[in-house]
């Protein structure tokens, strides 16, 4: 006799970092939320960057954390799936009740009848969740018909083409001398010594070149005007939501969500440094996340580009310079490339 086992493949559960649900960042969350910042925190009273920076910060997460909740780090997914509805909870809650209320039984007599009661909840959970999905399919279906499903269509292919490739980790890169790196500090390592020798070698070469400048008699801060809240306002419509957050884990949304009260902190950070001509330290970090290019050997670090998550915060800060820059410097009509159509 022939016996073939079928060992079943565990998955293991991956444990994500707890992040503050921003997505119920509401017009009313946002008025508890500058509420509670304005009685948590004392960073105005700072006069050194770093430290008004790191206060405010601190201050947001910790009160955002209290007003929006925080996700759990790599739990379930079911609760976040696009099908889920009330209902669902609902079902869902009941079976998890029987199951909690089976565990503490003392009789045997008593965990027959609970058991009976956990069974049928399944029944009725699993039913409710195959109700909800087919309702969902078919508003799925009834909006893929119209011209606004054109794009969900093509978002879809992309989503699956994109999982075939399993391109999502990094499984292993090959070291400068062309040896194969399978564990994740070395591959961590390879990748941020080519990152860091990409960045920089260029960078050092241009400023032996420009040499350390700074004529005496050049204009200093001085000589400039404040930055005032219509120019932080301005900026700040320019800014696109739903972007991946930087190192701060602070999102712009948050300052277009807090108003007159938000635009007040923002202009006196960036006028303290705008006087001090230093910018946070936090500002300075950013996160690299390497992007296969679709072309060459996977296992070459030449054949990846990286995308660069700033802080939000800072990003608004260049927006105000920029502008700034802009009415001083004037451009060639002879540039016609890599400029605004309406400028």
């Known amino acids: 006799m022939d016996v073939a086992i079928k060992r079943t493949k565990v998955r ?119 109700l909800a999905k087919i309702n969902a399919f078919e508003r799925l279906y009834q909006k893929l018909e119209t011209k606004e499903g054109e794009k969900a269509i093509f978002k879809l292919a992309r989503a699956r083409e994109n999982k075939t490739r399993d391109l999502g980790s990094i499984r292993c890169v090959k070291s400068e001398d062309g040896k194969v790196l399978t564990e994740d500090s070395e591959i961590r390592e390879r990748l941020r010594s080519y990152f860091c020798k990409l960045f920089n070698d260029k960078v050092i070469d241009h400023a032996l070149n420009m040499g350390r400048g700074g004529e005496e008699g050049q204009p200093g801060f001085g000589l400039c005007n404040s930055i005032s809240e219509e120019e932080i306002r301005d900026a700040l419509k320019k800014m696109k939501n739903g972007k991946a957050v930087g190192p701060d884990s602070i999102p712009v949304e948050i300052w277009k969500c807090l108003g007159e009260q938000g635009l007040g902190w923002l202009t006196d950070l960036f006028n303290m440094i705008f006087r001090a001509a230093k910018m946070p330290r936090e500002w300075k970090i950013s996160i690299i996340i390497p992007l296969y290019k679709n072309k060459g050997e996977i296992q070459d670090c030449n054949n990846y580009r990286n995308i660069k998550l700033l802080s939000h915060t800072m990003k608004l800060w260049e927006r105000v310079v920029e502008k700034r820059l802009k009415r001083e410097v004037s451009v060639s009509e002879n540039q016609f490339g890599f400029m605004p159509v309406d400028r």
């Open 12 to 130: 293991k559960r991956l444990a994500g970092e707890p992040k503050v649900r921003w997505w119920n960042l509401t017009r009313e969350n946002a008025v508890k939320l500058s509420e509670k910042i304005m009685a948590d925190g004392d960073w105005r009273r700072l006069e050194d960057v770093d430290k008004m920076w790191e206060a405010l910060a601190g201050c947001i997460r910790e009160s955002a954390k209290d007003v929006l909740g925080v996700s759990r780090g790599g739990g379930s997914r079911l609760e976040r799936a696009w099908w889920w509805t009330n209902e669902v909870k609902e079902k869902v809650e009941v079976k998890q009740d029987a199951y909690a209320a089976l565990n503490e039984c003392s009789t045997e007599e008593e965990r027959e009848i609970l058991m009976s009661k956990y069974k049928d909840a399944i029944k009725v959970g699993k039913k409710a969740v195959a």
